[in-house]
């Protein structure tokens, strides 16, 4: 089993630049990805970003160029620098581990953005 521990988010104003942190911990595996999904009242979960255990990231195109995913692999910790937020960026964000086939999820991070 993995556990991941959240932090982050909140409310914050447009154009605010929180940062979003996630500590895995437990039976982890050393190669994996982690990183980060959100989903908005009504809307399906969707990819925000994800990054490797060797270093590859992938963005949603909604995110590119205001958001930056980074690793601590000592860690086990996943962060997600957020910048220039915007009122559609409103959602529940939630933590996620791959590894041999298998997923986790954190129980998410509200982040509301006010206009």
């Known amino acids: 089993q993995v556990q991941l521990v959240e932090s982050g988010g909140g409310l914050v104003q447009a154009g605010g630049s929180p940062r979003l942190s996630c500590a895995a911990s437990g039976s982890l595996f050393s190669i994996n990805s982690m990183g980060w999904y959100r989903q908005a009242p009504g809307k399906q979960r969707e990819l925000v970003a994800v990054?490797?255990?060797?270093?590859?990231?992938n963005y949603a195109d909604s995110v590119k160029g205001r958001f930056t995913i980074s690793r601590d692999n000592a860690r086990n910790t996943v962060y997600l620098q957020m910048n220039t937020l915007k009122p559609e960026d409103t959602a529940v964000y939630y933590c996620?581990?791959?590894?041999?086939?298998?997923?986790?999820w954190g129980q998410g991070t509200q982040v509301t953005v006010s206009s």
């Open positions: 990054m490797t255990s060797g270093g590859i990231t």
């Open positions: 996620n581990y791959r590894g041999q086939g298998l997923a986790y």
